[in-house]
């Protein structure tokens, strides 16, 4: 008998055991990692995965992701469905409060010798731009107290060309800036029109963004000397082997006592044992031990 | 003052804690049943001393069937309940909702809510801790967790004035509480929470996590139950599971001295997921604050006033 697919579970509703399995699966191979509360998020990307592979049930869909020989393929696309559409700008208060309350001060102490007061972030994935533009108005707020007297530089890379134009443009709606309060809408925007609002030049000033692919070893040499990294839902692009290398350059391109941010629900799983994981409020990151520190 | 004088004071203001009236009176009968090998312990006997306190066994039975214990539906008895979980964990759950009202959470300067959510949190950790390290007794390290920061009551209605203005200093400076009680008061939760588990003839084991859990290598006799403790005290803190600020820090689990401490005990710890492990974590928050309603509804309430 021919059924149509699980409607997917509500936020409240029981979860499908096997959504419960096709997260850890997605858990083992990316490191993204979909919390009870939201799984429904990953259960609707199977609803729609499903209609499209016409499987019959979550069952019949597992198996797809598991036992079918084009399986690989058929995670990335899931992959894809479930972390799509998840951007905009301020998306994670904890890792700006980590950020601006613990790491600047600092790296801030630990820079204090060097004659260049330089700051330099790498935004590497950085998409339609909502990412650096949130890091730029942050470090904006910060350049009459802790980094007064500070240059910072941000590096927003992305592989796609149109994303980096859009990023460049820096124009965005309501929904990109459904995080976004009042008073960083008056203080870095301009109303271009009732539904849209553009980042202030001075902002883009911080920002160069380009086009980069982190496959292209010769290329990403180029990025060294970073204090902060943010890459978040951009490794999943990457298969094992590709991944474990991108993450290495990340680990060499920072400088000692740098850090380096995944997205939310995102773990580095065990790709670098170099990095130490450490906890803010809210948030986790990897961190390069400082030659100070006496940890490396 | 000296450290002695401070001793005295701790000893002697917490002597007056007997005429604290709600206690309840199946609190102490029940750690002390909790001591026993379970085989000593009879299920009559359990349910004979719940049975005189009808709240706390309601209570127990509607927390029996939290998701964080197991139950797909709320037993309808302590007796159902023990068949169906086994003594030792109904014997937690009766001491957990014992816990809500041995308090009376009036005008703490910690908010009460925020407070058992961190107790109800860390033991909830350390329950999943001793999971993942196939520790020998999860119930007892759910109970370390559960009774570790004992001494925060305590300085709410010992040393009230102090402790407010520790508080104070904690949440302005974004600085941890017990080193905002050292500043402020001389000494900490944990020289006042050690005072009120000995009064109570507490099991060794857990004086010295309520003692020693923010300085685990100090720890005599249960150093890596005392390791669990603090690490876990650590982990919900970073999780949303504090004291109700912002602690500008940054924890690096791994390379904490108690890490060592039960490595050294639990080989299995190297294999721990930690990142995976903190998102459980945040999945089981929402859970426990569901419990801290159910438990502690009406004596963190009583703290609003």
């Not at chain 1, 992701?65 to 951007?87: C, K």
């Not at chain 1, 102490?109 to 339609?128: D, N």
């Not at chain 1, 001075?202 to 060294?224: A, G, P």
């Amino acid at each position: 008998m021919t059924t149509a697919p699980q409607p997917a579970p509500t936020k409240t509703g029981p979860v499908d055991p096997v959504y419960r399995q096709i997260r850890d699966l997605v858990y083992k191979v990316s490191g993204i990692y979909k919390a009870d509360e939201k799984l429904y998020l990953l259960a609707d990307g199977c609803v729609r995965r499903m209609k499209v592979m016409g499987a019959k049930s979550s069952r019949d869909y597992w198996d797809y992701l598991t036992a079918n020989p084009s399986r690989d393929g058929e995670l990335r696309q899931l992959l894809n469905e479930i972390t799509i559409g998840e951007t905009c700008l301020f998306r994670s208060q904890p890792q700006l409060d980590a950020v601006r309350k613990v790491i600047l001060p600092e790296i801030v102490v630990e820079k204090t010798k060097q004659i260049t007061k330089r700051l330099r972030i790498w935004s590497a994935g950085c998409s339609t731009g909502e990412e650096s533009y949130t890091l730029a108005m942050n470090m904006m707020e910060e350049s009459e107290r802790l980094l007064k007297g500070w240059t910072v530089e941000i590096l927003a890379t992305d592989l796609n060309d149109r994303s980096v134009e859009t990023a460049k443009a820096g124009i965005y709606g309501d929904y990109a800036l459904r995080n976004t309060t009042d008073y960083y809408k008056r203080k870095y925007f301009t109303t271009l029109d009732e539904k849209k609002l553009q980042v202030r030049p001075e902002v883009k000033k911080l920002i160069t963004f380009s086009r980069l692919n982190l496959q292209d070893d010769s290329k990403i040499l180029f990025m060294k000397g970073m204090d902060l990294i943010f890459c978040c839902n951009v490794l999943i692009y990457f298969d094992g082997s590709s991944k474990a290398k991108v993450v290495n350059h990340y680990y060499t391109n920072l400088n000692f006592g740098g850090y380096f941010f995944l997205g939310t629900s995102e773990s580095l799983l065990n790709l670098n044992d170099k990095f130490h994981l450490v906890h803010f409020p809210g948030s986790i990151a990897y961190w390069k031990p400082s030659l100070s520190s006496g940890k490396l | 003052m000296t450290t002695t004088s401070f001793t005295a004071t701790i000893q002697d203001r917490v002597s007056r804690i007997d005429t604290m009236p709600s206690i309840p009176a199946v609190f102490l009968p029940l750690l002390e049943l909790l001591n026993l090998p379970p085989e000593n312990v009879k299920l009559d006997e359990i349910v004979k001393l719940v049975s005189y306190d009808n709240t706390i066994a309601a209570q127990c039975l509607r927390v029996a069937s939290s998701p964080l214990f197991g139950l797909a539906k709320t037993p309808d008895s302590i007796k159902g309940a023990v068949l169906s979980l086994g003594l030792r964990r109904v014997q937690t759950i009766l001491l957990t909702c014992c816990l809500g009202s041995a308090f009376p959470a009036k005008n703490w300067p910690l908010e009460p809510t925020t407070f058992w959510r961190h107790s109800l949190g860390c033991a909830m950790v350390c329950r999943k801790f001793s999971e993942k390290l196939a520790a020998p007794d999860g119930d007892k390290a759910y109970m370390a967790g559960l009774l570790h920061d004992i001494g925060f009551p305590v300085n709410c209605m010992v040393f009230p004035k102090e402790f407010a203005i520790a508080t104070a200093n904690a949440t302005q400076a974004q600085i941890p509480l017990d080193e905002a009680e050292r500043a402020t008061m001389g000494f900490s939760h944990c020289e006042t929470g050690r005072a009120l588990a000995e009064k109570w003839h507490l099991a060794d084991d857990l004086i010295q996590v309520i003692a020693f859990h923010h300085t685990p290598e100090l720890s005599e006799s249960a150093k890596p139950l005392v390791a669990m403790v603090h690490l876990s005290d650590l982990l919900c803190r970073m999780r949303n599971m504090g004291y109700g600020y912002y602690e500008s820090r940054k924890v690096d689990l791994a390379n904490n001295p108690a890490w060592a401490i039960l490595l050294q005990e639990y080989r299995a710890l190297e294999g721990i997921d930690l990142v995976r492990f903190t998102f459980e974590l945040d999945e089981a928050a929402g859970e426990v604050f569901n419990l801290v309603s159910t438990i502690f509804g009406s004596s963190a309430a009583a703290g609003k006033s």
